[in-house]
Nanobody, 125 residues
Framework: QVQLVESGGGLVQAGGFLRLSCTAS????????MAWFRQAPGKEREYIAS????????LYADSVKGRFTISRDNAKNTVYLQTNTLKPEDTAVYYC??????????????????WGQGTQVTVSS
């Protein structure tokens, strides 16, 4: 298993940006795919982006494509989510997740068995 800790959330005005980080411990970080999800109040958790073990392959949800960028630094055991041009509808708790059994990214929540505690992102209009 791995332990995941997110950071970097906060309050930002519409049009602003945040960089979220997720640091992993407990297993060789470069051996598995990672992803970001989010959950807004009263809504189901939704997929945002995922990245392969090497960072060479990335996938995005249509809702964030062109605005958000997922990346990873295996030397720092950290995956990032750069969020640009934020909108009020991006307000949610953002979670990172690990798929310990695959090196290549999925967009299915059920494939990710390890989760962080989440970090709150609030975008004001």
């Amino acid at each position: 298993q791995v332990q995941l800790v997110e950071s970097g959330g906060g309050l930002v005005q519409a049009g602003g940006f945040l960089r979220l980080s997720c640091t992993a411990s407990g297993r060789t970080f470069s051996s598995y795919a990672m992803a970001w999800f989010r959950q807004a109040p009263g809504k189901e958790r939704e997929y945002i982006a995922s990245i392969s073990w090497s960072g060479g392959t990335t996938l995005y949800a249509d809702s964030v494509k062109g605005r958000f960028t997922i990346s990873r630094d295996n030397a720092k055991n950290t995956v990032y989510l750069q969020t640009n041009t934020l909108k009020p509808e991006d307000t949610a708790v953002y979670y990172c997740a690990a798929d310990l059994y695959e090196r290549f990214p999925s967009n299915r929540q059920a494939d990710f068995g390890s989760w962080g505690q989440g970090t709150q992102v609030t975008v004001s209009s």
